[in-house]
């Protein structure tokens, strides 16, 4: 799994990122979302918060009052730190907690939404960060527009972040977001591209090469190619550096493991092929991994997540794992025992 930093100074375009790399499947963790859940009423969090700040930054109905609190902690440092205190931690655990549940999923990249990465947190924690920035005027007039601000109070909120200029050499990707939607929207999809690939690399339990996949000649070339769930298979494993080949038919698949040198060390066969495809490479004398997919909820499939690459989570069966805990992608770790 890939784990992602992604960051930006106010009115910099971060969460228009955020909202694109959600479509295109990245799992999003929101550090403000996390926030709020921290914060929320009969927690230890609120407590901590009004025993430090006092009882005026609750809301009537016992929630917190945030403009109230933060009229208490603008410009005065001792009393952000004391209240990132507070929070911090408890916002740690629960990222912590949704990476392990994205991990045993088998989600590939997951990015986390963290306005304040480099101001509250260590960057070195996350496999890649990624900052959106815009000039300090923009995003004043940004502010003014969205938000009917003055220029002093605009000046009050950016001032309030470190400057984008101490951010960029620590960051691994910087989107500048200083033209249209559709600039900005080209400029995030190429990042995306490229943290798709690392995703793909990174989830790869051990090196591969090659991945076959198998249709059922019965059901014509269209199968092979067009099938969703062997389109999403085959974009993941391209993406992680694989050459896959789609063939159709058993002879196809004999055909194609006849070659010892050139054998795949994967094989997806759709369930109309699953039959064919297994007798051919058992009569190769069970070349690489082959799996099946399969409707079947039996939990000795192994579970394949392709999200990222358009598709739900895929259950494939592997031919003599009865009894093997799922796990999340086609290449297993080789047994250090073995």
């Known amino acids: 799994m890939l784990n992602v930093a992604l960051t930006g100074n106010i009115a910099a375009g971060k969460s228009t990122v955020v909202e694109l790399f959600r479509r295109w499947g990245a799992t999003i963790v929101d550090a403000d979302e996390l926030v709020r859940q921290a914060q929320a009423p009969g927690g230890e969090v609120l407590a901590a918060i009004v025993r430090r700040f006092g009882s005026d930054v609750l809301a009537p109905d016992g929630s917190l009052d945030r403009a109230a609190l933060r009229s208490k902690v603008m410009g005065d440092q ?41 101001e509250v947190l260590d960057p070195g924690e996350f496999d890649a960060v990624l900052l959106v920035d815009a000039g300090v005027a923009l995003r004043r007039t940004r502010l003014r527009a969205m938000r009917g601000l003055s220029n002093e109070a605009a000046d009050r909120m950016i001032a309030a972040q470190m400057p984008a200029e101490r951010k960029r050499p620590r ?51 269209g199968e092979a190619s067009e099938h969703p769930a062997l389109m999403a298979i085959a974009s993941r494993y391209s993406d992680a550096g694989l ?24 094989i997806v066969a759709t369930a109309a092929a699953a039959a064919a495809t297994e007798r051919a490479w058992e009569r190769a004398g069970r070349p690489g991994v082959l799996v099946l997919l399969s409707d079947d909820p039996d939990p000795v499939a192994v579970r394949l997540d392709v999200r990222p690459w358009g598709h739900e989570r895929l259950r494939l069966a592997e031919p003599g794992a009865r009894g093997l805990a799922p796990r999340p992608d086609l290449f297993p770790e080789a047994n250090p025992l073995a």
């Open 78 to 118: 001792a009393a952000l730190d004391a209240l990132n205190a507070i929070v911090h931690p408890a916002v740690r655990r629960r990222r912590d907690q949704l990476a392990r549940e994205a991990r045993e999923r088998g989600d590939v990249l997951v990015v986390n939404d963290i306005p304040l990465l480099f």
């Open 243 to 266: 050459a896959v080949r789609r063939v159709a038919g058993g002879s196809a698949v004999e055909r194609a493991l006849a070659r010892v040198a050139a054998r795949p060390d994967a």
């Open 171 to 221: 960051s691994h990707f910087v989107i500048d977001n200083e033209g249209s939607v559709a600039e900005l929207e080209r400029a995030a999809r190429a990042v995306f591209k490229e943290l798709r690939r690392r995703a793909a690399r990174a989830a790869l339990g051990r090196p591969a090469q090659s991945l076959l996949l198998a249709a059922d000649a019965a059901a014509g070339g």
